[in-house]
């Protein structure tokens, strides 16, 4: 905690909780407790998309092998590119792609190449077809052509020894086609990561049972489902725990003993059926159990045994909130990922938004195009934390500062667009 927040609760902070960390420090104190698994595995190259390199990958020999054409046209020496006026030339053969042409370009010669064609000895520069007149084996080129052009050079894509995939990247498809122009069938990947996860709440029934007064359906183990699907994360979904110490208890226990990381939602709060923070307390250890943001301040970091353990909140969108900043990242770095944080960008704002001082926000926003090329963003409408509605209706976070109070429209604010949430 620092002084300068302290003062700030006591002045025109109304909504700081001076026992809370920033987003940011909370960030860092999960940064500094979340290392790599040391597992790793060899998958084959289409097994291995969205998984994470564990090592890096060199190029084993240069790419291109040879120097070759880019284009369909005459393989010609530079010397005999005509400074003024037209040169003919004698055809002396075609290399084409992966078949060669067994024979030398000499002065006054040239050789038809394809695309992708190794650029036969003795010649140096390609002229296009469209810009030569041919006529049998002779073909005539004229002036504005400019030596070396049209030629891909040996290792001008990827120099041998080079690193193609560096250690801690996301495997994505153009990964896996560079692997494979390599001729590399397999990648070394870290292991996936094992997440438990329950929710907690005696109001909470499944789908399929009939809900009596006052009980709503468990949607938070969906919400996570997907999230942790999307990661690339082994799921085991535990169900729904009873708000009851023992049974809390025994839920922790055992998610500890199988899984790398466990994940509850509800019960993390200081209400007389919150037993999440204290049984943390009692089988593990507490790191840190509020932040002040918005939706999500009571969110639980900490450890069981082995596994990082992470106590969202109960409302539905707050769980969608603190998993995207905090156990995303904390679970990309376990996974060894290193670039592990949202993009973030500046959009201007449609709408006024209501805010107080105190907690960084999280608003749910629709970020769209200007005609001129710039962004907008205007808020979904209510706020409420229970709505997944809201989350449904955005494609961004509006991101607002903790010291902000009220923002007008107009104003250029951070926002997180949700595309490309892993
Ligand atoms: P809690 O943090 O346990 O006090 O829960 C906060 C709010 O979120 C309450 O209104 C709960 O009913 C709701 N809630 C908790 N868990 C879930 C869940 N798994 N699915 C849907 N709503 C939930
Ligand atoms: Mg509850």
Redesign the pocket.
């Given at each position: 905690m620092n002084k300068l927040n302290v003062t700030h609760a006591a002045g025109c902070m109304e909504d700081f909780d001076p026992n809370s960390l920033t987003v940011d420090q909370a960030l860092g104190r999960i940064q500094e407790t979340v290392e790599t698994l040391a597992g790793i595995e060899q998958v084959p190259l289409r097994s291995a998309l969205w998984r994470i390199s564990a090592r890096s990958v060199t190029c084993p020999s240069a790419v291109p092998a040879h120097s070759n054409s880019a284009m369909d046209g005459y393989a010609v020496r530079s010397a005999d590119l005509p400074s003024s006026g037209e040169k003919a030339l004698r055809v002396i053969g075609t290399a084409w792609a992966g078949r060669p042409l067994d024979g030398r370009v000499e002065t006054d010669q040239c050789a038809r190449v394809m695309t992708g064609a190794i650029l036969p000895n003795g010649a140096d520069t390609v002229v296009m077809q469209e810009d030569c007149e041919a006529d049998g084996d002779s073909v005539t080129l004229g002036t504005g052509h400019r030596a070396g052009q049209f030629v891909r050079a040996a290792g001008e894509d990827i120099a041998e020894g080079a690193i193609v995939v560096p250690a801690g990247k996301r495997l994505s498809p153009t990964e896996l086609g560079l692997l494979a122009s390599l001729g590399m069938g397999e990648v070394t990947v870290v292991r996936k990561p094992r997440v438990a996860f329950f929710?907690?709440?005696d109001?909470?029934r499944s789908i399929g049972e009939p809900l009596q007064l006052g009980q709503?359906?468990?949607?938070?183990?969906y919400t996570l489902h997907g999230m942790l699907t999307r990661l690339g994360v082994d799921l085991i979904d535990m169900g729904v725990v009873r708000d009851e110490p023992d049974a809390t208890g025994d839920a922790f226990s055992s998610a500890a003993a199988m899984a790398d990381a466990i994940i509850t939602?509800?019960?993390?709060?200081v209400?007389d059926a919150?037993y999440v923070t204290d049984t943390l307390r009692q089988l593990g250890s507490v790191n840190f159990w509020k932040v002040a943001m918005k939706p999500g301040r009571?969110l639980a970091f900490g450890r069981v045994g082995d596994a990082l353990f992470f106590g969202l909140?109960?409302?539905?969108v707050s769980v969608m909130v603190t998993f995207y900043q905090f156990v995303m990242p904390a679970l990309r770095r376990l996974m060894g990922e290193h670039d592990v944080h949202p993009m973030r960008i500046k959009a201007r704002l449609q709408s006024d938004l209501r805010k107080r001082p105190g907690r960084l926000e999280f608003q749910r926003g629709y970020l769209t195009t200007d005609p001129d090329g710039g962004l907008s963003v205007h808020s979904t409408g209510a706020q409420g934390s229970?709505i997944l509605n809201s989350m449904s209706q955005a494609n961004c976070f509006i991101v607002l500062p903790l010291e902000s109070g009220d923002v007008t429209a107009d104003t250029l604010v951070d926002v997180e667009p949700f595309y490309g949430l892993v």
């Open positions: 929710s907690t709440g109001e909470l709503i359906y468990d949607s938070n183990r939602t509800g019960g993390a709060s209400g919150d009571p909140p109960g409302n539905p229970g």
